[in-house]
């Protein structure tokens, strides 16, 4: 998580509208090289490490 712990993260539902459409339009992107899956909870799981990884946490 690039040495930021859970107390350092910002809540996702804490962003505006405009930080987690821009989030979300990076993180499919993001997902278009990835190896893709049917499972919710992966899907989730792979969400949140990404946001974590810049800071956010979901």
């Given at each position: ?18 930080e ?27 969400f949140?490490?990404?946001l ?7």
């Amino acid at each position: 998580m690039h040495g930021k712990d859970q107390q350092q993260l910002r809540r996702w539902d804490r962003l505006s509208a405009d930080e987690q459409l821009a989030l979300r339009e990076s993180y499919g992107r993001h997902m278009d090289a990835q190896t893709p899956t049917c499972d919710l909870e992966l899907k989730l799981e792979r969400f949140r490490r990404w946001l974590a990884e810049r800071g956010v946490a979901y």
